[in-house]
């Protein structure tokens, strides 16, 4: 068994950023852009997505990735690494970013996985560069070292990593149509003219975040990882999250399956599908003491693209909502009566989809503890 350096077994090359003068746009074509932004733990959004037009797309149309290529972040968050699948064949690829393709001679899913482990991971921090925003340089990324057995070997060990990352993704895309049910029941039951009327603050509790900075454990003090926006997108916290003093209000503690909603920078709302953490400002937690979970969930869903919006048009600064913006947003209230026979509906629902959050989330640890016994 010997070590590679990457570079000596893989091509890699960088995205660009778009051209001067010119925006991404919404409106669907054949030229998605991927940015680090857009991956959100298990895939890339298509919510998320935007797309080069059309007349820009020749002038970067040298930059685009394929399917089968690696993708591997490399400016801020680095070290977020998937495979492109089909879908995204020929998508233009941000500066941010860069494709990674194997020799024919390796297993390219087995470089996916050991970038992935603890090993890679470490090596891609230590190879960054920058003090204020971190960097990975393509001629680092060439140095990094991959133990890299025989071809058999590599098949198995990518055989067995597959097994899991089949089932993660099984459950991932039962979530989604479950997430899906949950809300057309939910719009079409619950938009209702005829309800009293409402606001976001009324219904729910948006606690804010620490600056956890402030917040650091002291030595032999019990900590936490701080689950940040890199975190909530990626949907876990790992050995290069930053650490909090576990001596926290336990209302800035985070736990499997809360509501997170993410008011600044990237605006999105998702359960934790993490451990326990600290939770960064910028973060709301959303609670509820007296309506269901899926209730405050799915009012806080319907008004993100609204809030998208609102953070969007703030161009002098970082895109962000305030908390008047939560007060302005209007939430019908059925009665008791309607609220319980639709909890009866919809609170299975949600309680399964946090379930399956759960259960991927120890699917994920046994992907650990494989990753740290083959690399």
């Not at 030229?31 to 935007?50: A, C, E, Q, V």
């Amino acid at each position: 068994m010997i070590y590679k350096y990457l570079g000596d077994i893989a091509e890699i090359k960088g995205g660009k950023r778009m051209p001067k003068g010119t925006r991404l746009q919404q409106e669907k074509n054949q030229h998605p852009y991927l940015r680090i932004t857009d991956y959100d733990g298990k895939s890339f959004d298509r919510n998320s997505i935007r797309y080069v037009p059309d007349e820009v797309f020749e002038k970067i149309s040298n930059y685009t990735v394929t399917e089968g290529d690696i993708f591997l972040s490399i400016v801020g968050t680095i070290g977020i690494a998937t495979t492109i699948d089909k879908e995204y064949d020929n998508a233009n690829l941000t500066e941010n970013a860069v494709k990674i393709i194997p020799d024919e001679s390796v297993n390219s899913k087995y470089i996916l996985y050991f970038l992935q482990s603890m090993l890679g991971q470490r090596q891609m921090n230590e190879l960054s560069v920058g003090s204020t925003q971190k960097k990975l340089p393509i001629k680092n990324i060439k140095k990094i070292k991959i133990l890299l057995p025989n071809l058999e070997i590599q098949n198995k060990v990518v055989s067995n990593l597959q097994i899991l990352d089949k089932k993660i993704a099984l459950n991932n895309q039962i979530n989604d149509n479950l997430d899906a049910l949950l809300t057309n029941i939910f719009k079409k039951y619950m938009i209702n003219d005829g309800f009293e009327k409402s606001n976001l603050t009324q219904i729910a509790n948006y606690k804010n975040g620490l600056a956890m900075q402030k917040y650091r454990p002291n030595s032999n003090e019990e900590s936490l990882p701080v689950l940040k926006i890199k975190e909530l997108n990626q949907g876990n916290t790992d050995d290069s999250s930053d650490r909090c003093s576990a001596n926290l209000d336990n209302s800035v503690i985070v736990n499997t399956g809360d509501i997170i909603f993410s008011w600044s920078g990237t605006l999105l709302v998702k359960n934790w599908t993490g451990d326990k953490a600290g939770l960064n400002q910028h973060l709301f937690k959303v609670t509820s003491n007296k309506y269901p979970a899926w209730f405050i969930y799915e009012w806080t869903k319907y008004h993100l693209l609204r809030f998208q919006a609102i953070a969007a048009g703030k161009a002098t600064t970082m895109g962000h909502i305030k908390r008047s913006d939560l007060k302005s947003s209007l939430v019908y209230i059925p009665s008791q009566l309607f609220l319980a026979k639709m909890d009866s509906q919809l609170a299975p629902i949600y309680s399964q989809r946090l379930n399956l959050i759960k259960e991927n989330q120890q699917l994920s640890k046994l992907k650990q503890t494989l990753l740290k016994k083959y690399f």
